[in-house]
């Protein structure tokens, strides 16, 4: 019934010998009830239904490859705001880094960021998605879910590939619009 080697359960015993079995029989089991209501979050550009306010399909977008630049602008953003950004002459605290994540977690933890990002009232953000060089696919993963998500986000007014120094086509830096 066991696939375990004689050799492995040596090995086992030598690494957990003198651990010492907890004297707790409790088990803690929690409580759950369908009269708690999830917290809304108030006063939130991005809701937790649908994180992003524009519907953009997924076959619209063109995959990108590792070493491509990524470039949006709303029509709005001064030519002058868009060269600050691509040259990376602002300051900002607010960085997120997406490696090791999958896809389904990257999307998560994005949202997350720019919720919390939006509502702090940050202006730049630098988003570090990698090049997807150990990608599964011929494609990076998550810079193509980076390129995908933010131009869903009404507060992103435009974002572009870092310099060098920030990660270049690993990341992208995002100017968000001023809270009103």
């Known amino acids: ?10 090995l086992f015993a030598d690494a957990v ?14 409580h759950q009830t369908s009269s708690l209501k999830p917290k809304v979050r108030r006063h939130s550009p991005l809701n937790d239904k649908s994180p992003y306010g524009h519907s953009v399909e997924t076959a619209s977008f063109s995959q990108v490859t590792a070493h491509e630049s990524l470039t949006y602008q709303q029509p709005s953003v001064h030519a002058q705001d ?9 300051h900002t605290h607010w960085q997120l880094d997406l490696h090791g994540y999958t896809e389904d977690q990257a999307d998560k933890i994005l949202k997350d960021f720019l919720i919390d990002a939006i509502q702090q009232q940050a202006r730049y953000l630098i988003i570090v998605h990698g090049k997807g060089y150990n990608s599964k696919t011929d494609f990076p993963v998550l810079k193509n879910l980076v390129n995908q998500r933010l131009p869903q986000v009404p507060q992103v007014l435009a974002y572009c590939s ?5 990660g270049g086509t690993g990341a992208v830096y995002v100017f968000l619009k001023k809270k009103s």
């Open 82 to 90: 868009m060269k600050r950004l691509k040259n990376g002459k602002f």
């Open 1 to 10: 019934m066991s696939n375990i080697s004689d050799e492995d359960k040596s």
């Open 162 to 166: 870092a310099q060098p120094k920030d």
């Open 17 to 30: 010998q003198g651990v010492k079995k907890l004297n707790q029989d409790k088990k803690v089991v929690p």
